[in-house]
């Protein structure tokens, strides 16, 4: 069975920094990319965030880009976001995707206030 479990959102003052995890299980964890997604409470549309492939390259959003950091352990069957400088516009659920599957994890909320 596929899961993908996210952790590690919580409340946050603008500047700081959090780090998402997502454990995965179910399928062969080398062979995907994954992508971590964000969803704004009440709206419907998931902003895509980062992007590491299985070789290791990174893609960003421009909102993004020089504050996330998006990496992988194959090992520990693990993906993460290390998220610097967070902005109040950061505030969303964060949900992991592997790309060789269809499943979804149930989401990290992140909120960014002073």
């Known amino acids: 069975q596929v899961q993908l479990v996210e952790s590690g959102g919580g409340w946050v003052e603008p500047g700081g920094s959090l780090m998402l995890s997502c454990a995965a299980s179910g399928f062969p964890f080398s062979s995907s990319a994954f992508r971590w997604y964000r969803q704004v409470p009440g709206k419907e549309e998931r902003e895509l965030v980062a992007?590491?492939?299985?070789?290791?390259?990174?893609n960003y959003a421009d909102a993004v880009t020089g504050r996330f950091t998006i990496s992988r352990d194959n090992e520990k069957r693990m993906v993460t976001l290390q998220m610097n400088s967070l902005k109040p516009e950061d505030t969303a659920v964060y949900y992991c995707?592997?790309?060789?599957?269809?499943?979804w994890g149930q989401g990290t909320l992140v909120a960014v206030s002073s």
């Open positions: 995707h592997a790309m060789l599957t269809t499943a």
């Open positions: 992007t590491v492939f299985t070789g290791g390259p990174t």
